[in-house]
T-cell receptor, first 111, second 112 residues
Framework: GQQVMQIPQYQHVQEGEDFTTYCNSS?????IQWYKQRPGGHPVFLIQ?????EVKKQKRLTFQFGEAKKNSSLHITATQTTDVGTYFC???????????FGTGTRLKVLA | SAVISQKPSRDICQRGTSLTIQCQVDSQVTMMFWYRQQPGQSLTLIATANQGSEATYESGFVIDKFPISRPNLTFSTLTVSNMSPEDSSIYLC?????????FGSGTQLSVL
């Protein structure tokens, strides 16, 4: 079946350090989305990437979609304690309407 | 955006019983989904709730165990039938609109 894997599973960083999570799909995607889930909360949409090789920035967050549309990354520059949470990519397999969530990366930021 | 009301927020149930989770969206949406999330784990798609037709289930999930209704474009229910402790999890309703997924606050289910 379709799988979306993320690495690393966990990441602890000192406040101010950078953070990157990588997402890999077993199938080609029409688009990929990124979500953030705070402890005890539900996933909240961050961004959608559609085009091959697309790069989007949101303040300290940079999102990239791979050329083959099977992988993506999220990079956070100079992490803050408010960045704590689990980051999920969610892939939309080509030809479907559904979203398959990645395994997630749990980020902990140490002040 | 979409605001999703999901209830109950939590329940403790006896094995062998059934629980129906309700999900109400404040606007009409074409696509609604049901996910399951174990604590500290990712979201697993159970099914796509189709308005006016049978839900589309993912591998490992069947209609007899997880019957889903979608009577209109703003409402859906998921029933967890003949529950066992392995069904203990958080169940999340989701609506797809404006090219993004919005989630309900989830139902935390514990089966004794």
């Amino acid at each position: 079946g379709q799988q979306v894997m993320q690495i690393p599973q966990y990441q602890h960083v000192q406040e101010g350090e950078d953070f990157t999570t990588y997402c890999n799909s077993s199938t080609t995607l029409s688009n990929i989305q990124w979500y953030k889930q705070r402890p005890g909360g539900h996933p909240v949409f961050l961004i959608q990437l559609v085009k091959s090789g697309e790069v989007k920035k949101q303040k300290r967050l940079t999102f990239q979609f791979g050329e083959a549309k099977k992988n993506s990354s999220l990079h956070i520059t100079a992490t803050q304690t408010t960045d704590v949470g689990t980051y999920f990519c969610a892939g939309n397999p080509s030809g479907t309407y559904k979203y398959i969530f990645g395994t997630g990366t749990r980020l902990k930021v140490l002040a | 955006s979409a605001v999703i009301s999901q209830k109950p927020s939590r329940d403790i149930c006896q094995r062998g019983t059934s629980l129906t989770i309700q999900c109400q969206v404040d606007s009409q949406v074409t696509m609604m989904f049901w996910y399951r999330q174990q604590p500290g784990q990712s979201l697993t798609l159970i099914a796509t709730a189709n308005q006016g037709s049978e839900a589309t289930y993912e591998s490992g999930f069947v209609i007899d165990k997880f019957p889903i209704s979608r009577p209109n474009l703003t409402f859906s229910t998921l029933t967890v039938s003949n529950m066992s402790p392995e069904d203990s999890s958080i169940y999340l309703c989701s609506a797809h609109t404006n090219e993004k997924l919005f989630f309900g606050s989830g139902t935390q289910l514990s089966v004794l």
